[in-house]
C-alpha cells in the first residue's frame, strides 16, 4: 500500500511540476499572465454563459451540474476513494482525508484551467485555416505544423 501511496505523490508532483513549468515558460513567452487572460477574454474563453437551454455545453449550469456529477465518483466510488476509505485507521480518518482531498482537487483543477488558458495564449495566432495555409478544416491533420510564434511563421513538415 505504501509503495501505491508514493507512486500516486510521485506521479502527481511530476504532473504538478509540468503544469507550473508550462505555467511560467508560457506565461514569459506570451509576455505578461495579464496578457493570457487579455487573449483569453478576446478569445471568448473566459465569458459565463448562464442560459438554461439543455442543448447548449457551455453554460455555468452544465459545468455546475455535471462537475457535481462528475466529481462525485472521486469522492464515492472510484478506485482511489475506495482505496483512502479501506486503508483508513477509523471512520474520522476517512473523512479527514476527503476534505482534505476537496482543497486539493481545486487547486488541481485551477493549475490545469490555467495551464489550458496559456496554452491558448501562446497558440492564439496559430490557426492555419485564417492564415491561409489550408483551406478546409479536415487538412489540419494531414500537414504537421512547426510554429514559431514570435515570427508568426509556419514551416511544413
Not at 118 to 125: G, L, P
Not at 129 to 145: A, K, P, Q
Request: net charge positive; hydrophobic share 45%; charged share 15%.
Amino acid at each position: 500500500m505504501k509503495a501505491v501511496i508514493w507512486t500516486d505523490v510521485f506521479q502527481g508532483v511530476v504532473m504538478l511540476g509540468g503544469m507550473i513549468t508550462i505555467i511560467i515558460v508560457g506565461t514569459v513567452k506570451v509576455g505578461s499572465l495579464g496578457k493570457v487572460f487579455d487573449v483569453a477574454y478576446k478569445g471568448h474563453r473566459l465569458q459565463l454563459n448562464f442560459s438554461v437551454d439543455p442543448t447548449r455545453r457551455d453554460t455555468f449550469w452544465a459545468f455546475v451540474i455535471g462537475g457535481a456529477f462528475q466529481m462525485l465518483p472521486v469522492y464515492a466510488t472510484n478506485q482511489t476513494a475506495v482505496q483512502r476509505f479501506l486503508t483508513s485507521k477509523s471512520f474520522k480518518s476517512a473523512q479527514r482525508a476527503v476534505w482534505m482531498n476537496l482543497p486539493l482537487n481545486i487547486f488541481s483543477t485551477t493549475i490545469t484551467v490555467l495551464t489550458g488558458l496559456v496554452i491558448y495564449a501562446f497558440y492564439a495566432s496559430c490557426d492555419p485555416r485564417t492564415t491561409g495555409e489550408i483551406s478546409t478544416d479536415d487538412e489540419v491533420h494531414v500537414i504537421f505544423y512547426l510554429f514559431e510564434p514570435s515570427r508568426q511563421v509556419f514551416y511544413k513538415l
